[in-house]
């Protein structure tokens, strides 16, 4: 183990052929965000201004991602990415968070018992219609694809982009043979896409991943989490990183479909505040901390996504009453620094920053 | 909040002015690792190099600083940094661990119920020594100095450096008047600094944390936690920190004092898993996840520095038996990238990679 020997940066030549391949001009992605800050819309101006944007499929029936493809497609004339969850339902036996969600159904005016929400659409389905829209791009989070199901995507000149939270996930993912690797720092919001060993120990800053995977994988690395501006994305770019993915960044655009009461509690110091919870869907996710998370600390919860159904209702009458107190806020840790932007002036500003070529 | 203002970057000026008062040439800190991996041979080696050394004196009385510091002077005359805990010790009401520490006692072959170790020397008693010994640098961890220490310090000509393990506490620390912030990222190994709200929602990753204190607070900023090599520090440069402290990259030098089965097991894959526990001092600390972790997840324990005493002869019987299940092991989350080479070597190498200037 004597050795001095470096890492190699990545060279020029890496980044433009894989800007050919995704077929935008900067190497900046916005993140997926399913469930509420993601639109068309946020998607077609990230495109429009060079970038790549991405639609967060998991929750979408087939049906559902045709719609969304298409009415991205008539906003814009770009390439975009579609994400997908893989689901490895967890067997473990089900905790009964049913008295904390009773006291909280009660506050927000609902029956104490009521119906769970309707169970994701099957991933079968759902990579059928990613396959037959032919995004750009297509990436998973939370496991690894099937061989064949990797073979039908390349068949389809998609390139795959798989997630890691840790080296063991990235490893796993070069040996499947991605085109890439979305290097999920524990910075990022939203859910973690941890699927070798335990959430915990796969919480690895931004910092420290990129630079491990970037080191360890020979594929290109898209670098997540904590990235906010020119500074972060140079930054990641030191690392080894190849593009960078940014969501929070991305949440105050007007585009953004995020909720009234979430982009009003970003601009508080309460943004400054985010913790991992499994209250809201059953699967490690980070967000604004708040009464729910609270109440779900050290609490186990049924698997995702059982708890995502038992909370259906009560997510939404939160939302409905704006209880920012009782909502699902999905946050990164860059939240202190958000800025107010439309998605194209935010895209170019990240790139002049950055010293990006703009066109 | 209409704006595109960027952050502007540190100017090189405010480095070498920052480097003039360390009074070292590169702005490479070895961070202090009380308990074991540092040692007078290893800052020596470290402030030799150009770099600064560290000495945590957490654990030691104000004689045995005495002692540390003339050893360290006996080999090098070079500025190095001490480094005390700030204790507000909690006053919830204390768990029993003495089940779980029974059991691993047993194994260990120590009678099931023990004395319990010494508790640390008096915070006043080892400031006391600290400015006796006049160290260029003084920082700082787990809350804040009072102000008329701060002066006494500044009066020795002392530069005082506070840990901040968020953005309010990097704003406390502004407030109080230190001369530079540690920005400790989630990635980092050993204790965590957390003195404002919980643990949990203070593991922010070093790319999101640096920028945001760089940002908000006006003084040089230490980047700190999973920086391994010279990429990790230019990026820490360009998300505008003035100088980086680095613990996990020195643990394998020669001149540091980690336990040889702790050496092994950071070459191993068992130190990609870390994990922030409670288990072996009662204050939240990443080391390497094992049985002693994985018992007390989910256990409360009893606050610093009472279970730090309670598992002192079991720390002890387990680190004389190589019994890394058992084991104390602080280690960050760059790990993967660790080097085994002699600590000049580093250093120079470090500031080769980073593009620092070597006399």
Known sequence: MLSTSM??????????????????QLPIIQAPMAGGPDTPELAAAVGEAGGLGSLGCAYLSAEQIDALVARTRS?????????????????????????????????????????????????????????????RVFSFTFGLL?????????????????????????????????????????????????????????????????????????IPVIAAGG?????????????????????????LCPEAGTH???????????ARRTVVTRAFSGRAARGIRNRMTDAFEGVSTPPFPVQQELTA????????????????MWTGQGAPLLRELPAAVLVRALAAEAGLPIT
């Not at 490895?88 to 905790?95: L, R, S």
């Not at 006291?103 to 929400?117: A, I, T, V």
């Open 146 to 218: 099937k061989p064949s199901q990797l073979d039908e995507l390349r068949a389809a000149n998609i390139l795959v982009v798989g997630t890691a939270t840790s080296l063991d996930e990235a490893e796993a993912l070069a040996a499947l043979g991605v085109d890439a690797i979305a290097a999920q720092g524990s910075e990022a919001g939203g859910h973690r896409g941890t699927f070798i060993g335990r959430t915990e120990e796969s919480l690895i800053g931004t910092m420290a991943l990129t630079r491990q995977i970037v080191a360890k994988v020979n």
């Open 7 to 24: 890492v190699r940066a990545k060279e020029p030549t890496t980044m433009r052929a894989f800007l050919d391949r995704l077929g935008v």
């Open 313 to 328: 209702e009560l997510r939404a009458a939160a939302a409905a009453q704006g209880r920012t107190d009782l909502m699902q």
């Open 75 to 135: 906003l814009a004339g770009k390439p975009f990415a579609l994400n997908l969850f893989i689901r490895e339902d967890d067997a473990t036996a089900p905790a009964d968070p049913a008295p904390i969600l009773a006291m909280f159904r009660q506050e927000l005016g609902l029956p104490s018992q009521g119906r769970p929400g309707k169970p994701p659409p099957s991933f079968d389905a759902q990579l059928a219609a990613v396959l037959r829209a032919r995004p």
């Open 227 to 251: 990235i906010m501006d020119g500074a972060g994305i140079r930054a990641a770019f030191g690392l080894g990183a190849t593009a960078v993915q940014l969501g929070t960044a991305f949440m």
């Open 260 to 270: 009234p009461a979430h982009r009003a509690h970003l601009l508080s110091p309460e």
